[in-house]
Every structure is written in structure tokens, then in C-alpha cells.
């Protein structure tokens, strides 16, 4: 099984969903794809809750995971019948009933026994050689969502790679690969093309923001590739992390 996750970037638009049509389409093999919200989406239900809760703080942590997940939600729903109508097959698997966590919203703790036990139960009873599934968002034993801490998609990729023992994960971008620096600001920048796990933290400790620091420990604990690629332009090498 690989595990590809796109980003918001990756689904902001029509176009980017045909782009990961496209991907997908010259992909062999199993396949879990993790989607995250659609461009900007999460921000805009954030500010949606900001504004309940002018009104009436308690609960705030809790009523913000119930509706900022929506996000992931109704992207997946998209991306899955998408791909589906174009001769994709695939499963649209509801994270929230795999992933479980404790309930510290906003920044929920993974339960990996539980999720482990309900996800090889799942991917038993639903056979596929496609699923396609949400970042960023699980749900307490009781049945309420959770989510993982902003840009938590890589986290949930990574996670989901740990317990499927997966061959890579691939995090598609709207970026080359890691670059040296900010090529938004450094004229110099270049494509990193291969770095190891302890460079990659090195780099997300300094503050470089390409990837969410909890994604390299769960990979690294299998030893587990992880791959950063161009979605515009996925016959780019990209960056490979591994050791
Ligand atoms: N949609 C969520 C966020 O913007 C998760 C993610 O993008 O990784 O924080
Ligand atoms: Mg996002």
C-alpha cells in the first residue's frame, strides 16, 4: 500500500481535482489518499465559529472540531465521487470512525491500538484497492470529531502509513520539493533532493513550514519513505526523505 496525501492547495479548484484524476490514474497498486480541506476552507470555518462564539464561549474547543472537520469531509466526498465517475473505483472511508482519539480538542492524542484494531477491521470489510479519506480530523471513542492541530493532513498520512506498514508516502505539493530556503525569498533557493529524517526535523525545527513536524516520527519508526512532490508536475523527483 502507498499513501498519497494532497493538500489544499492540491483540491482549491476544479482543475486541481482532475489533476489528482490524472495522478491517481497512472498509479498501480494500493492506495490510500488522505484530502484535505478544499484551498482555504478551514480558515473560513474557523472564522465561522470566531463568530458564534462571540456569543457564547463554552464549548469552543469542542464546537470547533464538530464543524472546522466539515471541511474534510465535504472535500473527500468530492474528490472520491469524482474519481469514482471517472472509472476510479474507490472507497470513501470516514476517518472519524478509524482514528481515534482522546478528547483534547483541536489537538486530539491518537489511541494507535484502537485506530490500528478499527482499521485493519475496516479495510477487511471493505475491500478496495482505492480509499480515499480525510486529513487532519478523527473522533473520540463516543462518537464525537476531533482534530489533529492545524495542517495536521502530513501527521494523519504519515500516521496511517505507520499502521498500514506502508511501502512511501507521498505528500503532493504546490511546491518542487523541500527547498533550501523560502524560494519566495531567497532568489537562491534550491530542490533538496534527498534528505534523511534527522535533516528533515533539523529543517522543520528551524521553521520551515513545508511539512508538519509530527510527520517524520511515525514514518521513521518503520522506516518508511516519504517523498515530496510537484501535484502540477508529478514526473519531478522531487524530495526523498529516508535514511
Ligand atoms: N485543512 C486543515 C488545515 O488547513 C488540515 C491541513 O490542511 O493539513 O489546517
Ligand atoms: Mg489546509
Same mark, same amino acid.
Given at each position: 500500500m502507498h499513501v498519497f496525501k494532497f493538500g489544499g492547495a492540491s483540491v482549491r479548484d476544479a482543475e486541481g481535482i482532475r489533476n489528482i484524476g490524472r495522478i491517481i490514474a497512472q498509479t498501480d497498486g494500493r492506495l490510500m489518499i488522505v484530502v484535505s480541506a478544499m484551498g482555504k476552507t478551514t480558515n473560513a470555518l474557523e472564522g465561522l465559529v470566531r463568530a458564534l462564539c462571540e456569543y457564547d464561549l463554552s464549548g469552543f474547543d469542542a464546537l470547533y472540531d464538530q464543524v472546522v472537520s466539515t471541511g474534510e469531509l465535504q472535500s473527500t466526498r468530492i474528490v472520491s465521487a469524482y474519481l469514482n465517475n471517472c472509472g476510479i473505483a474507490n472507497e470513501w472511508m470516514d476517518i472519524t470512525q478509524i482514528i481515534v482519539t482522546d478528547d483534547q480538542f483541536r489537538q486530539a492524542n491518537v489511541d494507535m491500538d484502537m485506530t490500528q484494531r478499527l482499521l485493519k477491521g475496516y479495510l477487511k470489510t471493505h475491500p478496495a484497492r482505492i480509499y480515499v479519506t480525510q486529513g487532519f480530523i478523527a473522533g473520540t471513542p463516543d462518537g464525537r470529531r476531533t482534530t489533529l492541530g492545524r495542517e495536521g493532513s502530513d501527521y494523519t498520512a504519515a500516521l496511517l502509513a505507520n499502521l498500514l506498514n506502508a511501502e512511501s508516502v507521498t505528500l503532493w505539493k504546490d511546491v518542487p520539493g523541500v527547498m533550501s530556503a523560502d524560494p519566495l525569498r531567497d532568489r537562491n533557493a534550491h530542490l533538496l533532493p534527498h534528505l534523511t529524517y534527522d535533516e528533515t526535523e533539523q529543517i522543520l525545527a528551524q521553521?520551515?513550514? !513545508? !511539512?508538519?513536524?509530527?510527520? !517524520?516520527a511515525p514514518l521513521r519508526e518503520k522506516n518508511i519513505p516519504l517523498y515530496v512532490k510537484p501535484f502540477l508536475h508529478p514526473e519531478e523527483q522531487g524530495t526523498v526523505i529516508k535514511n
Open positions: 521553521g520551515a513550514q !513545508i !511539512i508538519h513536524p509530527k510527520t !517524520i
